[in-house]
């Protein structure tokens, strides 16, 4: 939970490009999902897609059941893969396109944005969260 609440927080007050920000949640979500039980995975990226809904104002569930498909779809591949994260997003502003229309910019500007910036995202969360990880020694063996 602390994980998505600093996801939470990097997202808010992270600064916007076009109207497309930083998918923190998104990739945490993603980076947790592979390592953990199925329904555990599923409970965590419906409590990040949550997050990520009231952060944005989109409607309840527009982000979360995104959130859940991608977890379940990365459970069934590769397990944590910076590349399927970071193409996770360009699909996610897709998914938005399709259930907002509110959106702000082209569905093709925010795409073409999202690439770039769910690769350099993908890269510093994975990077992180495998730091506090071998900090917090949670796969530890006793």
């Not at 498909?69 to 997003?89: D, H, P, W």
Request: with cysteine; glycine share 8%; net charge neutral.
């Amino acid at each position: 939970m602390l994980v998505l609440f600093g996801g939470a927080c990097a997202e808010e007050f992270a600064p916007k490009f076009l109207g497309v920000g930083f998918p923190v949640l998104l990739v945490s979500a993603l980076y947790l999902a592979p390592a953990r039980q199925l329904v555990t995975s599923v409970l965590l990226a419906l409590a990040a897609g949550a997050i990520a809904d009231a952060l944005s104002a989109l409607p309840l569930m527009t982000s979360a059941s995104f959130f859940v498909l991608a977890a379940i779809a990365i459970r069934s591949t590769l397990g944590r893969n910076i590349l399927l994260s970071a193409l996770a997003y360009p699909l996610y502003e897709i998914w938005l396109a399709l259930w907002s229309v509110s959106a702000e910019g082209s569905v093709f500007m925010r795409v073409f944005l999202a690439v770039p910036i769910g690769f350099a995202t993908a890269g510093v969360v994975h990077l992180a969260l495998g730091w506090l990880e071998r900090k917090a020694a949670v796969d530890a063996q006793v």
